[in-house]
Nanobody, 125 residues
Framework: VQLVESGGGLVQAGGSLRLACAASGRTFSTLSMGWFRQTSGKEREFVAA????????VYADSVKGRSTISRDNAQNSVYLQMNDLKPDDTAVYYC???????????????????WGQGTQVTVSS
């Protein structure tokens, strides 16, 4: 599975961004998808995840209420809409894919077999 993220950039605090992740190489509708983020010197941190059919959705507390994850299986893509961005949201955002669908496992980095290269999000104060 190949994953390509897009949509990152520089935005002022309070602004919005919509990240996208395009997948290829395997039937997308069989994959659960997740977004993680990482800053220099820190572990990759869970942000949000969505099950293969969109019924299972999980958010990290840090983004809950400000972000929405969605997917379009016809477009082989997953999205992360982020609103009211804060400087603490600054990170490289990674898209991950997994054949696992258990909700409790989707928050763990080790659950994901495939990763994209990441897209930088920078939020200025």
């Amino acid at each position: 599975v190949q994953l390509v993220e897009s949509g990152g950039g520089l935005v002022q605090a309070g602004g919005s961004l919509r990240l996208a992740c395009a997948a290829s190489g395997r039937t997308f509708s069989t994959l659960s998808m997740g977004w993680f983020r990482q800053t220099s010197g820190k572990e990759r941190e869970f942000v949000a995840a969505i099950g293969w059919n969109g019924d299972t959705i999980v958010y990290a507390d840090s983004v809950k209420g400000r972000s929405t994850i969605s997917r379009d299986n016809a477009q082989n893509s997953v999205y992360l809409q982020m609103n009211d961005l804060k400087p603490d949201d600054t990170a490289v955002y990674y898209c991950g894919a997994t054949g696992v669908f258990y909700r409790s496992l989707l928050i763990a980095q080790k659950t994901y077999q495939y990763w994209g290269q990441g897209t930088q999000v920078t939020v200025s104060s």
